[in-house]
């Protein structure tokens, strides 16, 4: 039996590292890559293995962020300038398109905040994200918003989608959040009133 050229044991199973162009046990391929292993981008476990722990620090980070009243940033006009026409147009294009749920939203919210934070090699965008991310770029130099002021926009954009996703009403209650927003109807209309 073969042993790993990292830890010197014997590998019961193994895999090809790119990064050093060898077969490596699964153990030190799994516990040591983007660590003792300088792993590349064109390995797909390691951007796989990023792409899940991005996501997993996004999610705690929007768990964390805009808990209080007076930590929100949708009170600063010159952040609505971004906001406001960014989710018309969402709401616009996407309302009536049934494939387009809170958790494509949230993703591609993701995907572009990582992609203004320099991560872009990693990920890939379709073509709706391509436009999404287009139109968002495009207000924000319309509005000469600032990088840092994007990237909190995107992660107070995914606190709303967080915080609204799931539950009785199913996984399109951000759009929905939208069409009460913006025309006063629909389930979260509905449900306002009969709370009154």
């Known amino acids: 039996m073969a042993k790993c050229p990292i830890c010197n044991k014997k590998m019961k199973f193994s895999r090809k590292c790119t990064a050093v162009d060898q077969v490596i046990c699964t153990k030190c391929f799994g516990s040591k890559k983007?660590?003792?292993?300088?792993c590349t981008d064109d390995c797909k476990f390691f951007i796989e293995n990023k792409i899940k722990a991005n996501k997993s620090n996004m999610v705690k980070l929007v768990k964390k962020s805009?808990?209080?009243e007076s930590e929100d940033i949708y009170k600063d006009a010159r952040i609505l300038g971004l906001v406001m026409p960014f989710e018309q147009f969402i709401f616009g294009k996407y309302y009536n398109d049934i494939n387009f749920n809170d958790d494509f939203i949230f993703d591609c919210?993701?995907?572009?905040?990582?992609?203004i934070d320099g991560q872009e090699s990693i990920y890939t965008f379709n073509e709706v994200e391509t436009?999404?991310?287009d139109e968002f770029s495009r207000i924000a130099k319309e509005t000469e918003m600032p990088i840092e002021s994007q990237k909190l926009i995107l992660v107070r954009m995914m606190k709303s989608v967080d915080s609204v996703t799931g539950g009785n009403?199913?996984?399109?209650m951000y759009?929905?959040?939208?069409?009460?927003?913006?025309?006063?109807?629909?389930?979260?209309?509905?449900?306002?009133?009969?709370?009154l």
Not at 34 to 38: D, K, P, R, T, Y
Not at 169 to 172: E, L
Not at 183 to 195: L, Q, S
């Open 175 to 195: 759009l929905e959040l939208l069409r009460n927003h913006f025309n006063e109807t629909g389930i979260v209309a509905d449900v306002m009133k009969g709370m």
């Open 169 to 172: 009403f199913g996984n399109r």
């Open 34 to 38: 983007g660590l003792e292993i300088q």
């Open 66 to 68: 805009f808990n209080k």
């Open 131 to 133: 436009e999404i991310f």
């Open 109 to 115: 919210y993701m995907k572009m905040f990582y992609l």
